[in-house]
T-cell receptor
């Protein structure tokens, strides 16, 4: 079974631009979560989607948004990029049935804002 | 508020020795799962070990074991017979409801 995939793997943008990141979960996983990872801050939760609905949201400004499609693929959008948005963005998926709550992570998208 | 604290930003251990990574958390929930994730340099995050909060018995996975103290809200990870491949960032996390909460990580270096 294929793992969680994220595209693109690397991005370089300039301040003020916008960016869209994509995540394809493991087949059968309906929950997709997004995290921002920066040195010293660990993983900061952005939001979680389940069945095309945002189920949970972290404490990030409205410039960060996301959506999920009927095939469970998810996109994350950041508008009006700031230097502080430079980070590794991780996507994780999990299955909702059964007792396991394990999240499976993708390789991440490294975003650099210049 | 739900929080996870990893008080050791960096640690090192000699190959074949044992090391313990500490983690404390805070939640008012009674049902939750605890996890340790490993993120090797430039590689994907993977699950190391999982503990269900209602189970008193500490989880073990080969060389990895946890010391789960529910009353103290402590969840430390012990790595025995450390190997060079254990060099990574380690994140402690728990899930309650549908949301995960992560610590800031401990960078572990195994010295040959």
């Amino acid at each position: 079974k294929a793992g969680v995939t994220q595209t693109p793997r690397y991005l370089i943008k300039t301040r003020g631009q916008q960016v869209t990141l994509s995540c394809s979960p493991i087949s059968g996983h309906r929950s997709v979560s997004w995290y921002q990872q920066t040195p010293g801050q660990g993983l900061q939760f952005l939001f979680e989607y389940f069945s095309e609905t945002q189920r949970n949201k972290g404490n990030f400004p409205g410039r960060f948004s996301g959506r999920q499609f009927s095939n469970s693929r998810s996109e994350m959008n950041v508008s009006t990029l700031e230097l502080g948005d430079s980070a590794l963005y991780l996507c994780a998926s999990k299955v909702e049935t059964g007792r396991s709550n394990e999240q499976f992570f993708g390789p991440g998208t490294r975003l650099t804002v210049l | 508020a739900q929080t996870v604290t990893q008080s050791q930003p960096e640690m090192s251990v000699q190959e074949a020795e044992t090391v313990t990574l500490s983690c404390t958390y805070d939640t008012s929930e009674n049902n939750y799962y605890l996890f340790w994730y490993k993120q090797p340099p430039s590689r994907q995050m993977i699950l190391v070990i999982r503990q269900e909060a209602y189970k008193q018995q500490n989880a073990t996975e080969n060389r990895f074991s946890v010391n789960f103290q529910k009353a103290a809200k402590s969840f430390s990870l012990k790595i025995s017979d450390s190997q060079l491949g254990d060099t990574a960032m380690y994140f402690c996390a728990f899930i309650t409801g549908n949301q995960f909460y992560f610590g800031t990580g401990t960078s572990l270096t195994v010295i040959p």
